[in-house]
């Protein structure tokens, strides 16, 4: 159980608007850039990226280090998925900048083609747009792009193409799929404008992904610049670009790789737009995509509207502060001439009208709605799992989200929200028609351990039945982002609460042995979690509670043990005393941390005070040297739930056996763990039937080579880098001048971590 808290956007305001409408741009709490789109007959998706980061040194600057999408099944309420790709963290060395990329969907899986800045292609897939992604590219052929212009790991250049970036992706009717990339300058003279597109063809099976390599080809599309995208509409294929005046342009053929031929403007520069509050929508770039969805055809694209908005996102309503180049993302339905040829898009306030109305009776992620008013958002990121987005309210503004033309057919009777909340007196009003409106209910958020530590919170709503026009969520509380909001549903009749239930079905016994990794099943409800972990990530090797966030670590002889414990963490178990009497209880534990201990209580009372677990000794082994600690205890007989609590940080236990009796005795021996072998010198590696004369009782250690580990402090922050042979951790932190305190050690070359005090 560790560290690592994770980061997400930013905040902004806006007003109310016409039923029945969203307004542009799409999100007002964040700023975004370079759309794409998809659809897949039942929802339609935007990829855009995250404009937020580019204010950093210079507000001009193009820092784009991160993919967001929106998803969307009446083109209205967009459900915000967050930050669902952020670059170099998914795979560690690649991507860079990943400026505009695009996105296509097949049999409900995305896939996504990103630039690595102006440099190379390559892609992503993932069960569903929440991730988690991989690179099918890299799985294939073992190479991180599709082309590149530099390096060796790519599969064939850029064909001269002056800026390799702004890839597009497409699949046709009958499942094949195409990227298009490139750009290039007007002064180019190895790829004058309008020459300086690639295409290449590819299948795809399951997200294994097949490239045609001898596919690759030209386009020439007139006039293009940059942003190539292809987009099918009845029996025509169109290429759209940005051209040099930064317009997007477009070209027509019965073809996917062309040749095109050249019709016109689709989408006017961004100083076009009429309705921006302040000055002008400025210049700058375009960027666009295209997807028929429901029978209509819907442009998204950039503009500049929110950093001209009297409210400035970055600024909590601070009027016309320095703007930057900051971007947001809007989107209005295009319309096409009998001939196929399309009508030049007309800008709007409002958006798309509404299809079809918003069924409340299924499980939403928290930003969920059609307009939000002083709202962040924060993205949690946990490696091999699906990204979750959380709602942060600003509630001592006037804070809300809003959903239009809600559908409660017979009526609602309860409200479910799963929340986190470490705030007081923090609630959420359900409001009818205005922010004031009329009040159907009100769900006081219950207090949690930690920002990790979701709980569902119910509330009686009243009023709520056929057609709702414009559905209010108004967070009221003390203290801005103290709650953050998961999801939220809507219930015909109230879910009753469920218990916890004991992991596998039955209560561990007593007197006995419990194995700590079979924690209990969480229930349903408030006051029905089995644990509390203060980050969602699993930061062992073990998968055996998968998607937990329990730090579960592989040890010999098919061991699990609960590790990287910290303070106020908590597992529970459901335990049957078989008699009610004196019991003595131990436990097998191992730490580095001379502060470290935990103790327990029963159906929330305290049975033990604290108990220290004892520090490894310094420069030996940490986490590998388990000792038993113990406490008498006094039990009542029957069912009852058992908790372990974290006293103090950085601590691993693997079992607690409980012996009738006070005073009691447990002689069986703490099975041993093995450190990784790591050096071929030695003639006992690889010769199981050896322990080698290092070998004593339980445990087994091999001469290891020098290894490199990073160094981060508890804020998940890289502090440097040093090696050791594996049993010196503490000398080589000195030794490198690191000051006296606790550090989390990763292996630059392999999975093993381990934390570390340099003081006790």
Same mark, same amino acid.
């Given at each position: 159980?560790?560290?690592?808290?994770?980061?997400?956007?930013?905040?902004?305001?806006?007003?109310?608007?016409?039923?029945?409408?969203?307004?542009?741009?799409?999100?007002?709490?964040?700023?975004?850039?370079?759309?794409?789109?998809?659809?897949?007959?039942?929802?339609?998706?935007?990829?855009?990226?995250?404009?937020?980061?580019?204010?950093?040194?210079?507000?001009?600057?193009?820092?784009?280090?991160?993919?967001?999408?929106?998803?969307?099944?009446?083109?209205?309420?967009?459900?915000?998925?967050?930050?669902?790709?952020?670059?170099?963290?998914?795979?560690?060395?690649?991507?860079?900048?990943?400026?505009?990329?695009?996105?296509?969907?097949?049999?409900?899986?995305?896939?996504?083609?990103?630039?690595?800045?102006?440099?190379?292609?390559?892609?992503?897939?993932?069960?569903?747009?929440?991730?988690?992604?991989?690179?099918?590219?890299?799985?294939?052929?073992?190479?991180?792009?599709?082309?590149?212009?530099?390096?060796?790991?790519?599969?064939?250049?850029?064909?001269?193409?002056?800026?390799?970036?702004?890839?597009?992706?497409?699949?046709?009717?009958?499942?094949?799929?195409?990227?298009?990339?490139?750009?290039?300058?007007?002064?180019?003279?190895?790829?004058?404008?309008?020459?300086?597109?690639?295409?290449?063809?590819?299948?795809?099976?399951?997200?294994?992904?097949?490239?045609?390599?001898?596919?690759?080809?030209?386009?020439?599309?007139?006039?293009?610049?940059?942003?190539?995208?292809?987009?099918?509409?009845?029996?025509?294929?169109?290429?759209?670009?940005?051209?040099?005046?930064?317009?997007?342009?477009?070209?027509?053929?019965?073809?996917?790789?062309?040749?095109?031929?050249?019709?016109?403007?689709?989408?006017?520069?961004?100083?076009?737009?009429?309705?921006?509050?302040?000055?002008?929508?400025?210049?700058?770039?375009?960027?666009?995509?295209?997807?028929?969805?429901?029978?209509?055809?819907?442009?998204?694209?950039?503009?500049?509207?929110?950093?001209?908005?009297?409210?400035?996102?970055?600024?909590?309503?601070?009027?016309?502060?320095?703007?930057?180049?900051?971007?947001?993302?809007?989107?209005?339905?295009?319309?096409?001439?009998?001939?196929?040829?399309?009508?030049?898009?007309?800008?709007?306030?409002?958006?798309?009208?509404?299809?079809?109305?918003?069924?409340?009776?299924?499980?939403?992620?928290?930003?969920?709605?059609?307009?939000?008013?002083?709202?962040?958002?924060?993205?949690?990121?946990?490696?091999?799992?699906?990204?979750?987005?959380?709602?942060?309210?600003?509630?001592?503004?006037?804070?809300?989200?809003?959903?239009?033309?809600?559908?409660?057919?017979?009526?609602?009777?309860?409200?479910?929200?799963?929340?986190?909340?470490?705030?007081?007196?923090?609630? %959420?009003?359900?409001? *009818?028609?205005?922010?004031?409106?009329?009040? &159907?209910?009100?769900? +006081?958020?219950?207090? !949690? =351990? #930690?920002?990790?530590?979701?709980?569902?919170?119910?509330?009686?709503?009243?009023?709520?039945?056929?057609?709702?026009?414009?559905?209010?969520?108004?967070?009221?509380?003390?203290?801005?982002?103290?709650?953050?909001?998961?999801?939220?549903?809507?219930?015909?009749?109230?879910?009753?609460?469920?218990?916890?239930?004991?992991?596998?079905?039955?209560?561990?016994?007593?007197?006995?042995?419990?194995?700590?990794?079979?924690?209990?099943?969480?229930?349903?409800?408030?006051?029905?979690?089995?644990?509390?972990?203060?980050?969602?990530?699993?930061?062992?090797?073990?998968?055996?509670?998968?998607?937990?966030?329990?730090?579960?670590?592989?040890?010999?002889?098919?061991?699990?043990?609960?590790?990287?414990?910290?303070?106020?963490?908590?597992?529970?178990?459901? %335990?049957?005393?078989? *008699?009610?009497?004196?019991?003595?209880?131990? &436990?097998?534990?191992? +730490?580095?941390?001379? !502060? =470290? #201990?935990?103790?327990?209580?029963?159906?929330?009372?305290?049975?033990?005070?604290?108990?220290?677990?004892?520090?490894?000794?310094?420069?030996?082994?940490?986490?590998?040297?388990?000792?038993?600690?113990?406490?008498?205890?006094?039990?009542?007989?029957?069912?009852?739930?058992?908790?372990?609590?974290?006293?103090?940080?950085?601590?691993?236990?693997?079992?607690?056996?409980?012996?009738?009796?006070?005073?009691?005795?447990?002689?069986?021996?703490?099975?041993?763990?093995?450190?990784?072998?790591?050096?071929?010198?030695?003639?006992?590696?690889?010769?199981?039937?050896?322990?080698?004369?290092?070998?004593?009782?339980?445990?087994?250690?091999?001469?290891?080579?020098?290894?490199?580990?990073?160094?981060?402090?508890?804020?998940?922050?890289?502090?440097?880098? %040093?090696?050791?042979?594996?049993?010196?951790?503490?000398?080589?932190?000195?030794?490198?001048?690191?000051?006296?305190?606790?550090?989390?050690?990763?292996?630059?070359?392999?999975?093993?971590?381990?934390?570390?005090?340099?003081?006790?």
């Amino acid at each position: 159980m560790n560290i690592f808290k994770k980061v997400g956007g930013a905040c902004l305001t806006a007003g109310l608007v016409t039923f029945g409408l969203a307004e542009n741009p799409i999100s007002s709490y964040h700023y975004l850039a370079d759309p794409s789109a998809a659809s897949d007959g039942d929802t339609f998706y935007i990829l855009t990226d995250t404009d937020d980061m580019c204010v950093s040194d210079n507000p001009f600057a193009y820092n784009i280090i991160g993919l967001y999408a929106f998803s969307s099944k009446d083109m209205v309420n967009w459900t915000d998925h967050g930050l669902i790709f952020q670059s170099k963290r998914e795979f560690g060395t690649y991507p860079g900048n990943t400026w505009a990329s695009g996105i296509a969907v097949r049999n409900g899986r995305p896939f996504i083609v990103y630039p690595d800045g102006a440099s190379g292609v390559g892609m992503i897939t993932a069960p569903s747009i929440d991730g988690p992604y991989t690179d099918p590219i890299k799985e294939a052929y073992g190479v991180n792009y599709i082309a590149a212009n530099w390096g060796a790991s790519f599969l064939g250049n850029c064909d001269d193409i002056d800026h390799c970036f702004d890839p597009g992706i497409f699949f046709d009717d009958d499942g094949s799929g195409y990227v298009i990339f490139g750009g290039g300058s007007t002064s180019s003279v190895k790829r004058p404008i309008g020459n300086n597109f690639d295409i290449i063809k590819f299948s795809e099976n399951n997200g294994k992904v097949t490239l045609d390599k001898g596919s690759l080809k030209r386009i020439s599309a007139e006039k293009s610049f940059e942003a190539p995208y292809i987009h099918k509409h009845g029996d025509w294929y169109y290429i759209s670009f940005n051209n040099s005046g930064q317009e997007i342009g477009y070209g027509m053929s019965k073809n996917p790789a062309g040749p095109y031929s050249y019709k016109g403007i689709a989408i006017g520069a961004v100083w076009q737009i009429s309705d921006c509050e302040t000055h002008s929508c400025d210049g700058g770039n375009n960027h666009q995509g295209f997807a028929d969805f429901k029978g209509k055809t819907y442009a998204v694209y950039h503009d500049r509207r929110l950093v001209r908005a009297k409210e400035h996102p970055a600024s909590l309503g601070i009027a016309d502060p320095e703007p930057g180049n900051h971007r947001s993302v809007s989107i209005d339905e295009i319309t096409y001439a009998n001939d196929g040829t399309m009508n030049k898009l007309v800008f709007t306030k409002e958006g798309p009208k509404q299809v079809g109305k918003f069924d409340p009776f299924n499980t939403y992620k928290a930003l969920t709605s059609s307009k939000q008013r002083n709202v962040r958002s924060r993205t949690d990121w946990t490696k091999g799992q699906a990204v979750k987005h959380v709602l942060t309210p600003l509630a001592t503004k006037e804070s809300w989200i809003r959903v239009t033309g809600v559908d409660f057919g017979n009526g609602a009777e309860n409200l479910r929200i799963k929340a986190a909340n470490v705030g007081d007196n923090n609630k %959420v009003e359900i409001r *009818k028609g205005s922010v004031t409106g009329t009040l &159907a209910g009100t769900c +006081s958020l219950a207090k !949690t =351990s #930690g920002w990790q530590s979701y709980t569902d919170n119910d509330c009686a709503l009243t009023g709520l039945s056929g057609v709702v026009d414009q559905l209010f969520f108004v967070f009221k509380g003390a203290k801005d982002s103290t709650m953050g909001i998961l999801e939220w549903e809507f219930q015909g009749t109230k879910r009753e609460p469920e218990p916890q239930t004991p992991f596998g079905g039955k209560a561990w016994a007593i007197p006995g042995t419990i194995q700590m990794e079979d924690f209990d099943e969480p229930g349903y409800g408030t006051g029905n979690d089995s644990y509390y972990d203060n980050d969602a990530e699993n930061h062992g090797d073990s998968d055996y509670r998968k998607g937990t966030g329990v730090d579960l670590y592989k040890k010999s002889n098919n061991r699990v043990v609960v590790g990287y414990n910290q303070t106020d963490e908590w597992l529970e178990y459901t %335990v049957n005393v078989t *008699k009610a009497g004196d019991y003595t209880m131990f &436990a097998a534990v191992a +730490s580095a941390n001379a !502060t =470290s #201990g935990f103790k327990l209580s029963l159906d929330g009372k305290d049975i033990t005070e604290s108990i220290a677990v004892p520090a490894a000794k310094e420069g030996e082994e940490n986490y590998d040297d388990y000792n038993k600690v113990s406490a008498n205890v006094t039990l009542p007989a029957g069912q009852h739930i058992l908790r372990f609590t974290v006293t103090g940080d950085w601590m691993d236990i693997d079992y607690i056996n409980f012996v009738a009796g006070k005073d009691g005795k447990d002689d069986a021996p703490i099975p041993g763990t093995e450190t990784e072998v790591t050096d071929p010198t030695d003639p006992d590696v690889n010769n199981p039937t050896d322990p080698g004369p290092d070998a004593i009782t339980g445990v087994k250690f091999y001469a290891h080579a020098a290894q490199a580990y990073n160094v981060f402090d508890l804020q998940g922050h890289k502090l440097g880098t %040093v090696r050791f042979d594996g049993t010196g951790a503490v000398k080589a932190l000195k030794n490198a001048g690191f000051a006296k305190g606790v550090y989390m050690l990763k292996q630059v070359n392999g999975s093993k971590k381990m934390m570390v005090s340099t003081g006790k």
